[in-house]
C-alpha cells in the first residue's frame, strides 16, 4: 500500500492561488461555453467560434486571451490564421492536486 503525502493548509494556499486564474477563466459562462465547443471539436479560429457563439468577435478574443492565460487553451498559428484548442491536462491536474491536498488538509 503507498504512503499517502502529508499536505498543509499552506500547501492547500498555495495551490489555491496556482489555480486562481483558472477559477477566474472558468467563472464566465461565454468562457465555459468556449470550452465546450473547444472541447468538442478539435481547434477552431476566432471566426468561428464567433459565428457558433453569436458574440462580436473582440468578446471572443479577449475570452481566448484569458483562456490562453489560464493555460486553457493552445494557439497555433496557421498562414494567416490563429486556431485555438483546449489543453486540459495540465489545468485538471492542478484542480486534482488542490482537491487532494484539501481533502487530506482540512
Not at 461565454?30 to 467560434?49: G, P
Request: aromatic letters at 6%.
Amino acid at each position: 500500500m503507498a504512503k499517502s503525502k502529508t499536505w498543509t493548509l499552506d500547501d492547500v494556499a498555495k495551490t489555491f492561488r496556482a489555480c486562481e486564474s483558472l477559477f477566474h477563466a472558468l467563472g464566465d459562462p461565454a468562457r465555459q461555453q468556449i470550452v465546450l465547443l473547444l472541447a468538442e471539436h478539435e481547434r477552431l479560429n476566432v471566426n468561428q467560434i464567433t459565428e457558433l457563439m453569436h458574440l462580436a468577435r473582440p468578446s471572443i478574443s479577449h475570452h481566448l486571451k484569458v483562456l490562453k492565460d489560464a493555460g486553457m487553451v493552445s494557439l497555433a498559428r496557421e498562414s494567416r490564421e490563429n486556431f485555438y484548442s483546449l489543453l486540459w491536462d495540465e489545468p485538471i491536474s492542478r484542480l486534482k492536486l488542490l482537491i487532494e491536498q484539501s481533502e487530506i488538509a482540512c
